[in-house]
């Protein structure tokens, strides 16, 4: 899609040690991976009060809104 093969990315790599260290990489890739989880947690959350159950508020079904406006 982006047409990057294994020299582009090895050169990637190679710049992006030479700009963060490699003491810090670690440390950023640790906090990107806690990222991404606490992100897929909040996504699948079950509980999640703000999309409303079919009933729960009296309507027949439909979801759209009355009030939106017709472009």
């Known amino acids: 899609m982006f047409?990057?093969?294994?020299?582009?990315?090895?050169?990637?790599?190679v710049l992006v040690l030479l700009l963060f260290g490699g003491a810090k990489l670690p440390q950023m890739m640790r906090g990107l991976?806690?990222?991404?989880?606490?992100?897929k947690k909040a996504?699948?959350?079950?509980d999640d009060p703000?999309?409303?159950?079919?009933?729960?508020?009296g309507a027949s079904g439909n979801t759209s809104s009355t009030n939106r406006?017709?472009?």
């Open 3 to 13: 047409g990057l093969g294994t020299p582009e990315l090895l050169i990637v790599l």
């Open 69 to 71: 406006t017709q472009v």
């Open 50 to 57: 703000a999309l409303p159950t079919s009933g729960s508020n």
């Open 33 to 39: 991976g806690q990222g991404m989880k606490e992100f």
């Open 43 to 46: 996504t699948n959350d079950d």
